[in-house]
């Protein structure tokens, strides 16, 4: 990387390193045969034979160096050149981009749903186990071959275009629409920040080379990253005060994923815009009428997703852990009845507060983050929704709480690691 004007060479070099970690994982990644990757179709023959199978240990050191490096890059990021720091974000999702699939088969389902919707069948009354005999079939997670689609009517038209191609091919239009998405979610905040007199570049690093962001999130290429695209587009029509355009991004993001809705009431809340509102409401209405008309009443049923979702448990749910922590062997039905409960107070203070003029971007980031945190379902990319609000809003606390989250959340990654140094000391 060539070093611009003021760019300190300490952030040249933790850019390199970042270039260095995620390199490795890629190329031993593309090698094959991996835990860290699930079954899936060879992608990246290009990079065959220029590594070694991608072990579970090495991944977890080389996430640890990239997480260390990325925490001395964003500690500099207000001494980074805005060209420095665009040409390393555009590296580092180049290279996740060229990569095989990693850690999570969401995307295989993602795909799956389309090829349903193709084949004539209902992916909101019938799982992937329907089209047994499509060749996306046995990559999809065994936990998900006869669960019906848990995201929105809009998000399983857009996949729709994954849908004509072949196996290979339909995984390349599914990278393609999550880099897509990556590239407006950071033009949005740039432009944002632009617009707020905030310095765009710690922005852009804090969320273009986050760990949890582009290992996790765009090497799933997970729908998440289509949600946060509509989000921060919301953001960015508030700002320039058209309230009812902003309205019918947010809903659209709703029918991508429904947590895209908690920055609806803030919104109002904040602005009172009668337009806001009617934006909304339109939405609302055509979304609802494509979900019925395309998929019937289950694919414009939302809220019934939501509640079948929020049953589930991961072993990464900061609620597991700790219970685990207290002794516990996990969460109970209780537990859920009372995180629920501590959710609706939590927002409802941010509310509050938002009506007695507190930011309604940073305290959407707030709710979002209290969502990830309460959620007994956590997943890597849940807790990346909070994290450009919190720039935008010029919310340090907040961004902070996010990274914190996300530390915690890496740690827990590795401590296979330290459990393995320690057995060995």
Not at 126 to 143: E, L, R
Not at 252 to 270: D, E, N, Q, R, Y
Request: some cysteine.
């Amino acid at each position: 990387m060539r070093q611009a004007q003021g760019t300190p060479p300490a952030a040249i070099g933790l850019g390199l390193i970042l270039i260095g970690a995620l390199g490795l994982i890629v190329i031993d990644a593309a090698a094959g045969k991996s835990p860290l990757l699930p079954p899936s179709p060879s992608m990246s023959k290009w990079l065959m034979g220029l590594g070694s199978t991608l072990e579970y240990h090495l991944f977890l050191i080389c996430l640890l160096i990239f997480t260390g490096a990325y925490a001395g890059l964003v500690a500099y990021s207000r001494r980074v050149a805005p060209r420095v720091a665009i040409a390393l974000i555009c590296v580092l999702t180049a290279m996740v981009m060229v990569a095989p699939v990693l850690i999570s088969t969401d995307v295989f389902s993602y795909i799956a749903y389309a090829k349903m919707v193709g084949h004539g069948i209902n992916p909101y009354v019938h799982g992937p186990v329907a089209i047994f005999n499509d060749p996306i079939y046995k990559y999809v997670g065994g936990d998900w071959l006869t669960a019906t689609t848990a995201y929105g009517p809009l998000y399983t038209l857009i996949s729709l275009a994954a849908a004509p191609f072949g196996l290979i091919a339909s995984v390349w239009v599914m990278k393609a629409e999550a880099l897509i998405s990556i590239a407006a979610t950071l033009a949005f905040t740039w432009r944002c920040c632009r617009q707020l007199g905030i310095n765009p570049v710690p922005g852009l690093i804090v969320v273009g080379a986050n760990p949890l962001w582009l290992i996790y999130g765009f090497g799933g290429a997970h729908n998440d990253l289509v949600m946060m695209a509509f989000v921060m587009g919301a953001v960015t029509l508030m700002l320039d005060r058209k309230e009812a355009s902003a309205g019918v991004t947010v809903i659209a993001g709703t029918f991508v994923k429904a947590t895209a809705v908690a920055l609806l009431p803030f919104m109002l809340v904040s602005r009172r815009s009668p337009r806001l509102l009617i934006g909304a409401a339109a939405a609302a209405v055509v979304g609802v009428g494509l979900g019925y008309a395309f998929f019937g009443a289950h694919g414009a049923d939302l809220f019934e997703v939501l509640s079948r979702d929020s049953s589930y448990v991961s072993s990464d749910g900061f609620p597991t852990i700790f219970a685990h922590f207290l002794g516990k062997p996990g969460i109970f039905p209780i537990d859920h009845t009372l995180l629920k409960g501590l959710l609706a107070l939590i927002v409802l203070y941010l509310l509050w507060r938002t009506w007695r003029g507190y930011s309604w971007i940073a305290a959407s980031g707030w709710a979002l983050l209290a969502i990830a945190a309460t959620s007994p379902w956590l997943l890597a990319w849940y807790t990346l929704w909070g994290l450009p609000l919190g720039i935008v809003s010029r919310e340090r606390r907040l961004v902070i709480a996010v990274l914190a989250l996300q530390a915690l959340y890496i740690v827990h990654q590795l401590s296979p690691l330290f459990s393995v140094a320690a057995v060995k000391v």
